[in-house]
């Protein structure tokens, strides 16, 4: 897994550098020569032919200069303009610059001075943008402000050097003006801005660009999250004895449906099987049960005494809490439904199972019943419970607003984790999953299939079937969510994202698992689920 970095990691990686000796100049210049590689083996000739670098006067600045000048010596025309006096390292670079290419760079100290260089930057076919970089704070302002609107009006191709300025590398704000990349160079490691909207949308392309820090210091850094990737979720999947049976591999409780959303539980339900539990049930209101028992022919169903309104009565709780005793996990709260029997169906299964999937109106209750979450520490640290909110639901658990929750997800996600002592999936894109140790991680994998109602009840029942195999948590929830997002992308690699259903996922489930399960299978080629 990759490491995303926070600024003050970053610029402690650079203090550490130096005191031990390694000169900036050197990291400088294998940034900049490591993106110029980069960019000569991804960028078209044709959009790199006329190069303009726009620099601050930090290391941000040269490392724009030191890519501009890698550029030229293989070819390219290159200019350069330098906003105020270059300091340190930059200075050095600026030196360079202007040995290799006399004539071709230029001071812009004053608005004056940047209006003369404004022809240059609207012919470039690509425009370096080296502002500012992880040690900005606050708006853009002044000089910097003007040539971020002057690259922002370029018809060339913008290159952001480790985010786009006028971000912050720590979250997913945007405070304009703020360059709009079509590109960005992520030096030494990815940053939360890099992956959190809205800041996300101004990055463009990412590309990770390695850097020469003393290899040791990467271990004494403590990231802000880890990116999930095929790799990891391969070491997380649960053991399958060849010789089990349906007892071996867990029993999954749903609960669930009320009249009008009785597909979320059902979807919740075949997601644990096709997860690979071995016995899934099913309590629903009395009044879906014949059509719950009809169209779910592997799962076992279970009535449970209902209001006229269809939602489970309060007397449903006891019984209902009962028959979780046998169960490995409980996912409680697909289509459950507000009220008081849903509130007593949801206390009686926190207060009496350890391993619960919170979900969905599970949620809901315990944002309306704030006295519930007394409930959420289990009696053994070793099983916290598991909650996957989306922003708005995780914005009534944490009385904030949903528009807060999605810039600053990681830093949230890992709040609620430690303060709750569970599990929590802070739905995406991209989702970030905390465990109540502080670890976060991040998952980048999926699409715009996924904005479909069903989709998180799909998860739910992945996440809830992974447990029950005997998986830990914080790897069911990790493993789960990359699952969800891979069956996403498979369902969609041969047509259209927006038609992909949440029902649709299920055939792909099957080649999103046989990726992990088979060391060297690769994606599938075939235009069909089981070709």
Same mark, same amino acid.
Request: proline share 8%.
């Given at each position: 897994?990759?490491?995303?970095?926070?600024?003050?990691?970053?610029?402690?990686?650079?203090?550490?550098?130096?005191?031990?000796?390694?000169?900036?100049?050197?990291?400088?210049?294998?940034?900049?020569?490591?993106?110029?590689?980069?960019?000569?083996?991804?960028?078209?000739?044709?959009?790199?032919?006329?190069?303009?670098?726009?620099?601050?006067?930090?290391?941000?600045?040269?490392?724009?200069?030191?890519?501009?000048?890698?550029?030229?010596?293989?070819?390219?025309?290159?200019?350069?303009?330098? *906003?105020?006096?270059?300091?340190?390292?930059?200075?050095?670079?600026?030196?360079?610059?202007?040995?290799?290419?006399?004539?071709?760079?230029?001071?812009?100290?004053?608005?004056?001075?940047?209006?003369?260089?404004?022809?240059?930057?609207?012919?470039?076919?690509?425009?370096?943008?080296?502002?500012?970089?992880?040690?900005?704070?606050?708006?853009?302002? &002044? !000089?910097?402000?003007?040539?971020?609107?002057?690259?922002?009006?370029?018809?060339?191709?913008?290159?952001?050097?480790?985010?786009?300025?006028?971000?912050?590398?720590?979250?997913?704000?945007?405070?304009?003006?703020?360059?709009?990349?079509?590109?960005?160079?992520?030096?030494?490691?990815?940053?939360?801005?890099?992956? *959190?909207?809205?800041?996300?949308?101004?990055?463009?392309? *990412?590309?990770?660009?390695?850097?020469?820090?003393?290899?040791?210091? =990467?271990?004494? /850094?403590?990231?802000?999250?880890?990116?999930?990737?095929?790799?990891?979720?391969?070491?997380?999947?649960?053991?399958?004895?060849?010789?089990?049976?349906?007892?071996?591999?867990?029993?999954? #409780?749903?609960?669930?449906?009320?009249?009008?959303?009785?597909?979320?539980? @059902?979807?919740?339900?075949?997601?644990?099987?096709?997860?690979?539990?071995?016995?899934?049930?099913?309590?629903?209101?009395?009044?879906?049960?014949?059509? /719950?028992?009809?169209?779910?022919?592997?799962? #076992?169903?279970?009535?449970?005494?209902?209001?006229?309104?269809?939602?489970?009565?309060?007397?449903?709780?006891?019984?209902?809490?009962?028959?979780?005793?046998?169960?490995?996990?409980?996912?409680?709260?697909?289509?459950?439904?507000?009220?008081?029997?849903?509130?007593?169906?949801?206390? @009686?299964?926190?207060?009496?199972?350890?391993?619960?999937?919170?979900?969905?109106?599970?949620?809901?209750?315990?944002?309306?019943?704030?006295?519930?979450?007394?409930?959420?520490?289990?009696?053994?640290?070793?099983?916290?419970?598991?909650?996957?909110?989306?922003?708005?639901?995780?914005?009534? !658990?944490?009385? &904030?607003?949903?528009?807060?929750?999605?810039?600053?997800?990681?830093?949230?996600?890992?709040?609620?984790?430690? +303060?709750?002592?569970?599990?929590?999936?802070?739905?995406?894109?991209?989702?970030?999953?905390?465990?109540?140790?502080?670890?976060?991680?991040?998952?980048?994998? &999926?699409?715009?299939? *996924?904005?479909?109602?069903?989709?998180?009840?799909?998860?739910? %029942?992945?996440?809830?079937?992974? =447990?029950?195999?005997?998986?830990?948590?914080?790897?069911?929830?990790?493993?789960?969510?990359?699952?969800?997002?891979?069956?996403?992308?498979?369902? +969609?690699?041969?047509?259209?994202?927006?038609?992909?259903?949440?029902?649709?996922?299920?055939? =792909?489930?099957?080649?999103?698992?046989?990726?992990?399960?088979?060391?060297?299978?690769?994606?599938?080629?075939?235009?069909?689920?089981? %070709?």
């Amino acid at each position: 897994m990759k490491p995303i970095l926070s600024a003050k990691s970053l610029n402690w990686l650079d203090e550490e550098s130096a005191r031990l000796g390694v000169d900036p100049l050197l990291l400088m210049e294998s940034a900049s020569r490591g993106a110029a590689d980069w960019i000569s083996e991804h960028v078209p000739p044709h959009s790199r032919r006329r190069v303009v670098a726009l620099a601050g006067k930090g290391g941000n600045g040269g490392d724009a200069l030191g890519i501009a000048r890698w550029l030229g010596l293989r070819g390219a025309e290159v200019w350069a303009v330098v *906003l105020g006096e270059p300091k340190g390292a930059a200075e050095r670079q600026a030196a360079a610059f202007s040995a290799c290419f006399p004539d071709r760079l230029f001071s812009a100290t004053t608005q004056d001075d940047l209006a003369q260089v404004v022809g240059l930057i609207s012919g470039a076919d690509l425009i370096i943008d080296g502002l500012l970089g992880v040690g900005g704070r606050g708006p853009l302002r &002044g !000089l910097l402000a003007q040539a971020a609107e002057l690259i922002n009006k370029s018809p060339g191709l913008i290159a952001s050097i480790d985010l786009p300025s006028g971000l912050c590398a720590d979250s997913g704000e945007v405070e304009e003006p703020a360059v709009e990349a079509d590109l960005t160079l992520a030096m030494g490691a990815f940053k939360p801005c890099h992956f *959190l909207p809205p800041a996300a949308a101004r990055c463009g392309e *990412l590309a990770l660009i390695p850097v020469a820090y003393p290899p040791g210091k =990467w271990e004494e /850094l403590l990231p802000v999250a880890w990116l999930l990737d095929a790799d990891y979720c391969r070491t997380l999947l649960p053991f399958r004895d060849p010789f089990g049976h349906k007892g071996t591999f867990g029993r999954v #409780l749903v609960v669930g449906s009320a009249v009008g959303m009785a597909g979320a539980a @059902a979807l919740a339900a075949e997601a644990a099987l096709r997860a690979g539990a071995g016995l899934v049930h099913l309590a629903c209101p009395e009044p879906l049960y014949q059509i /719950l028992e009809a169209s779910l022919t592997e799962v #076992l169903v279970h009535p449970f005494p209902a209001t006229e309104g269809g939602r489970f009565a309060p007397g449903a709780a006891s019984g209902i809490a009962e028959l979780a005793q046998g169960m490995e996990v409980v996912v409680c709260g697909p289509g459950l439904g507000r009220g008081p029997g849903p509130q007593a169906v949801v206390e @009686a299964l926190l207060s009496s199972c350890e391993r619960v999937v919170l979900d969905a109106d599970g949620l809901n209750a315990l944002a309306e019943n704030p006295s519930l979450r007394k409930h959420l520490t289990p009696a053994s640290p070793t099983n916290p419970r598991i909650l996957t909110p989306h922003p708005g639901e995780f914005a009534r !658990l944490w009385r &904030g607003t949903p528009g807060e929750v999605a810039p600053h997800k990681l830093e949230l996600a890992r709040k609620a984790a430690e +303060s709750w002592g569970a599990v929590v999936v802070l739905k995406g894109p991209p989702t970030a999953i905390a465990n109540p140790a502080g670890k976060v991680f991040l998952n980048t994998a &999926g699409n715009t299939a *996924l904005a479909h109602g069903g989709s998180g009840d799909v998860l739910a %029942g992945l996440i809830g079937g992974l =447990w029950a195999q005997g998986a830990e948590a914080s790897d069911a929830a990790c493993l789960g969510v990359f699952l969800h997002g891979r069956a996403a992308e498979l369902a +969609s690699g041969g047509g259209s994202e927006r038609a992909v259903l949440p029902r649709d996922l299920f055939p =792909w489930l099957s080649r999103a698992l046989r990726e992990l399960e088979g060391p060297g299978l690769g994606p599938c080629a075939s235009a069909t689920p089981d %070709g």
